[in-house]
């Protein structure tokens, strides 16, 4: 599989809620995570973040990307996606009873790769803005 199918198959597993288990087949061992955002702060693995991805979607049950741009750098071995995630606190298990609130969220993976297996992930995300819109802050 190349990059980008490396890459969009990890991208839709880890959105749609599969967590690591439908996830690490694309990444490496211990394959790293970083984002400058207080609500990940102390998320450091890919794994971890796969699952709190995964855990996400019980208070919001609905939530689903509207991809918007999808780039391969292959000379760095890497790959860009942005997206816009949507979605509505119904369900139980979010910081505060269920809100009704919608949130659209705009964000980036940088996805690098070492060899045809993802070994790092940075996520762009303005986490106060979504937490905001959802009334969790």
């Known amino acids: 599989m190349s990059i980008s199918e490396t890459a969009m198959t990890f991208f839709d597993a880890c959105e ?5 288990e439908g996830c690490k087949d694309c990444c490496q ?3 790293g ?3 400058q955002a207080d609500a990940l702060a102390d998320v450091t693995t890919l794994e971890g973040y796969t699952e709190w991805m995964k855990g996400l979607l019980t ?5 689903h990307y509207e991809l918007t741009c999808f780039a391969v750098d ?5 790959v860009s996606a942005s997206a816009i995630f949507h979605g509505t606190q ?4 979010g910081p505060v009873s269920p809100t009704g609130n919608k949130v659209a969220a705009d964000y980036v993976y940088v996805i690098k790769f070492d060899g045809d297996r993802i070994c790092h992930m940075t996520k762009i995300w303005n986490d106060g ?6 009334g969790w802050a």
Do not use: V, Y
């Open 16 to 20: 749609t809620g599969k967590g690591w």
């Open 29 to 31: 061992d211990g394959a």
């Open 33 to 35: 995570f970083s984002c």
């Open 90 to 93: 119904t369900g139980e298990g």
């Open 74 to 78: 292959a000379e760095r071995n890497t």
């Open 59 to 63: 208070p919001i049950p609905d939530g």
């Open 129 to 134: 803005h979504s937490l905001k819109q959802l």
